[in-house]
């Protein structure tokens, strides 16, 4: 470890790794850039923005059989959202970085790889590319620039700092193309991980998360659309762009006050069956529906999905169909697949079957989001079935994202939410109830027509005729009865 004064107000400035060419000082936002024996003041940079990450300067944890601590991060900012990469010092000297994009986690170091390498501009989302001789699928190209840095780093970065990077997939490998610095990419691979399975020490808690919150952002909850007034309601730090309830304005709330990015017409609010700031209590952890969108496909259906979120369990989505609720997460381990793959793929053993292809509308929205959302945004989706567990492909020009969801019981809504749900349940079980019922008052009417006479002839055919009834309509009432149950 080197120690070295702050050039711009003397502080001490740490440098643990020998590979370090900058740090940014705590104290007064230098960017301190070590040369040689002497170091620099290469002008201010800017405080990180609060985004809820469990992860702070000093966490350490282990990646496979290496311990690493967390000395310094860059915070990145694109056209869709944020993202943080943390710069990770193992113990045997050696650097990684550790993405952190809305809960999910990825570690890549740099690495040679012989060309050919794809230009940036022929990767399209989706589609299989040859790199370093294996094959993997493009996810996501974009454009961002640094809004922010701490701690110590290995090149020099700065406000304003722009990037060009492409995303690959194989399976849980992750491999990254960087052209900041011109037509041939830097490589780094590594895989997509979970922070449960790094072992992680020295993780802000929930209350240092909210506290740190609200130092950045006056501890908002609720925010005054700038447009039409309307509150909207909010996590600070946690998903900074929100769309009105009342207007659909569309805001940025990622800084110190909210940016209008696209003003919306007035429309007639969202009766959802969770309405926003809905809390529930799910596997011992607070979670809070802090966003909802109407969607709908290419025949009209329609559907709700709602954004879940939890400070230390992340996001999920909970999504409300006419056939009943599901519960879905973002996938770090892909299937093998790419768009002009057959009818089927394989996930960790197990074969899932194409279900359908179609484009996903989103008709409203409102609410906090992790990404920007927008009524009239649209993605193609191919859904994938193998018994209850459904997979899902969702690719837009920029990013390709993987789903995976399983069923939930609308029971199991109304223990999660209490009595923050509305409504009684999918409409499917109310239209079949429905027509069960008027089924039932046909077969009376048919019946009592056809029986007049048989029942003035109080004889052997009338008891007959009685047991006949009592067999008809018993089994029907069960099934009624059974059906509201």
Known sequence: MQTVSCPSCGAPVEF???ASVMAVCGYCRAAVIKDAD??????????????????????????????????????????QGMWNEWYLLFEDGSGAWLGDSSGLYTITTAREVAPPLPDFHDIVPGQRCQ??????????????????GEGELPFRVGDGWAIRVADFRRGSTFLTLDYTDGTTPIVYSGMAVQLPELKCQLLRDDEQ?????????????????PSCGSAIKYVPGAASNLVCPG???????????????AAGEKVDQMINTLALGASGTIMGSTHTVIGAMVRTDDE?????????????????????????????????NWPDWSVTSGDTVTLEHQTFTKLYDYNATVRYAAGAFNWRVAAGDVVRVSEFESGQTKLAAERTD??????????????????????????????????????LSTQMKFVWWILGLNAIPILFAFGDTFILTAAALIALFYPASYFQNDENA
């Not at 790199?131 to 640094?146: D, F, L, P, V, W």
């Not at 259906?301 to 169909?321: D, K, P």
């Open 16 to 18: 643990r790794s020998h």
């Open 38 to 79: 002497a170091v620099k003041d290469l002008g201010k940079i800017s405080a990180v923005l609060e985004d809820f990450s469990p992860i702070q300067i000093g966490t350490a944890g282990r990646h496979g059989d290496r311990g690493f601590t967390v000395v310094g991060r860059i915070q990145l900012r694109y056209e």
């Open 131 to 148: 790199i370093g001789g294996e094959q993997y699928t493009a996810s996501e190209k974009r454009e961002g620039e640094c809004i922010g």
């Open 209 to 225: 998360i909210k506290a740190s919150a609200g130092k950045y952002r006056a501890r908002l909850d609720t925010l005054d659309c």
């Open 247 to 261: 207007c659909a304005t569309r805001l940025d709330a990622s800084g110190p006050q909210a940016t209008v990015l």
């Open 300 to 332: 009209g259906s329609e559907w709700t999905e709602y954004l879940v979120y939890s400070a230390r369990a992340g996001f999920f989505w909970l999504v409300e169909t006419d056939e009943g609720w599901s519960r879905a997460t973002v996938m770090p």
């Open 398 to 435: 920029a990013e390709l994202t993987w789903s995976r969801s399983t069923p939930v019981a609308f029971d199991q809504i109304k223990a999660w939410f209490g009595t923050d749900v509305r409504g009684s349940g999918p409409a499917k079980a109310g239209a079949t109830s429905s027509l």
